[in-house]
């Protein structure tokens, strides 16, 4: 038999969402009330919420284990706080990292004045007890126009955040108009956001927060309307 090749459009309307006034979310994958037996992860990649929070707002100090947790700003600005003293906010485009190994304390607040977008991943890790960490970067926005800024790698990549798995995470800025590839090779498999605009990756068009499972499948994305797009690549489950 030959290779399993697929591409899978996950629609945002029918998606898991939430709605707690001061916190409005779209759920890629089961979380929280959300629970579809059928999608609760993609390979090593757990949880993709598409979270809106109010200004002034946020979530308390609450526990995290064993998991690789990114946040990628969207709109407005987030602030994380943390029992090992970390303190930072960022905005559009930028990123933060926490391994939660052993076990960490953290919250997350929009300080802000507008209402905060962000998607929070969270990515298992390649073994338990790891020892905690947390890193944040500011990312340059035009680093990724038309062009693939790779923000976060497995220990041995070189991407500037580093995390305890075989992953990679990309974002993009294509303009309307233009195309750009990405090669999903044999035994790899990749999620992809799109946050922004509205684009045809080879023949399935997606809009504002739709994603798309590939596996093992090369994609060509073309910007119908500028297209604002986070991707996910890893190593193919098992």
Partial sequence: MGEY??????DSKTMGSSNHGWLRSKFHFSFAE????????????????DDLINPQTGFGTHPHKNMEIISYVVNGELTHGDNMGNKNTITRGQVQYMSAGTGVLHSEHNLGEDTSRFLQIWILPDKYGHTPAYGDFRFNWDDRKNNWLHMVSGLDGDAPIKINQDANIYSLELQQGKEISFPVS?????????????????????????GLEVVEEDMTIRAEKTSHILLIEMKKAN
């Fill in 34 to 49: 959300y629970y579809n037996p059928e999608n609760i992860q993609f390979g090593v990649l757990r949880v993709i919420n």
């Fill in 186 to 210: 044999v035994g790899r498999q990749a999620y992809l956001v799109q946050i922004e605009g509205t684009s045809l990756i080879n023949g399935i068009e997606l809009s504002d927060r739709d």
């Fill in 5 to 10: 090749i697929m591409l899978r459009k996950m």
